[in-house]
């Protein structure tokens, strides 16, 4: 799967914004997947994952409820929505496919295929 996250931006805190994964190859819309980030300085971390079929998904503490991830297989894309967001969600954002084993983790180590990733920089 090759993968390509577009969308990020510069926005106020408080405000909205939502980003694309474009992916490429047949086993996508078998692959569960998820966005992960890496803020200046620090180690990439997990914010969003979700099962190959949309049912299921699983966020990570500092996100939940504000962000939703979804994924439209006919179009072959996955997408975050940013909600109320915060200065401390600055970070660049990848999208990644997950190891078919790993449902449920949250470790970048467990995301095989990932993304260019794309800049979200969010102002007080």
């Known amino acids: 799967v090759q993968l390509q996250a577009s969308g990020g931006g510069l926005v106020q805190a408080g405000n909205s914004l939502r980003l694309s994964c474009a992916a490429s190859?047949?086993?996508?819309?078998?692959?569960?997947m998820g966005w992960l980030r890496q803020a200046p300085g620090k180690e990439r971390e997990f914010v969003a994952a979700?099962?190959?079929?949309?049912?299921?998904?699983y966020y990570a503490d500092s996100v939940k409820g504000r962000f939703a991830i979804s994924r439209d297989n006919a179009k072959n894309t996955v997408y975050l929505q940013m909600n109320s967001l915060k200065p401390e969600d600055t970070a660049v954002y990848y999208c990644?496919?997950?190891?078919?084993?790993?449902?449920?983790?949250?470790?970048?180590?467990?995301?095989?295929?990932w993304g260019q990733g794309t800049q979200l920089t969010v102002s007080s």
């Open positions: 979700i099962s190959w079929s949309g049912d299921l998904s």
């Open positions: 190859g047949r086993t996508f819309s078998r692959s569960n």
């Open positions: 990644a496919a997950m190891d078919p084993a790993a449902w449920g983790r949250t470790r970048p180590a467990d995301f095989g295929s």
